[in-house]
């Protein structure tokens, strides 16, 4: 018996009821970073990334919780709520300003969200709630990610939606023309 393994163990679960709690209670903050167009400069959308709003330990960046979320299966109820208050956000942001409709919304997407037969039906939803136009929603998935789920990003595109490979190159997946 090593009490550090113990510790580890009692203290991933404690994180993980934190992160249980969090959702449920939209501790969970969107943020958007803007994606430039590198010909122009411009502006042409915004990528929503995921904070936790710990009520102690202030932001928590993904790269301390999502791997965790990924383990205990709490990454599709994440990704749930960060796809809708992204598309929330999203659509309460172009009101203000409808010359931004043309701009796209990047939301990140893990392989189990891909993995679950209702992904796309969850997506569909979202977006019939918010009324932002599928084609405005980008999701991003991992190079690794697209080729497995192929069946449901097509399911995504068929809705008008687009589809962006993140971390291309990092991943065994063959590109051809």
């Known amino acids: 018996?090593?009490?550090?393994?113990?510790?580890?163990?009692?203290?991933?679960?404690?994180?993980?009821?934190?992160?249980?709690?969090?959702?449920?209670?939209?501790?969970?903050?969107?943020?958007?970073?803007?994606?430039?167009?590198?010909?122009?400069?411009?502006?042409?959308?915004?990528?929503?990334?995921?904070?936790?709003?710990?009520?102690?330990?202030?932001?928590?960046?993904?790269?301390?919780?999502?791997?965790?979320?990924?383990?205990?299966?709490?990454?599709?109820?994440?990704?749930?709520?960060v796809l809708r208050q992204a598309t929330e956000r999203w659509r309460d942001w172009i009101a203000m300003d409808p010359t931004r409709s043309s701009l796209t919304l990047a939301v990140n997407v893990s392989s189990r969200q891909l993995g679950d037969p209702g992904f796309v039906d969850v997506v569909s939803e979202v977006l019939a709630e918010t009324g932002i136009d599928p084609a405005m929603l980008q999701l991003e998935v991992e190079e690794s990610a697209a080729i497995r789920a192929a069946p449901h990003l097509a399911r995504h595109k068929k809705l008008g939606g687009s589809i962006a490979i993140d971390d291309l190159g990092k991943g065994h997946a063959p590109l051809e023309n």
């Open 1 to 81: 018996f090593d009490p550090r393994e113990d510790f580890g163990a009692t203290r991933r679960v404690q994180v993980q009821n934190e992160l249980r709690e969090a959702i449920q209670k939209r501790h969970l903050r969107v943020h958007f970073q803007p994606i430039v167009r590198l010909r122009d400069g411009e502006i042409v959308g915004g990528e929503g990334l995921v904070r936790w709003e710990h009520p102690r330990r202030g932001f928590i960046f993904p790269g301390e919780f999502i791997a965790l979320a990924e383990e205990s299966g709490l990454v599709r109820e994440l990704g749930e709520s």
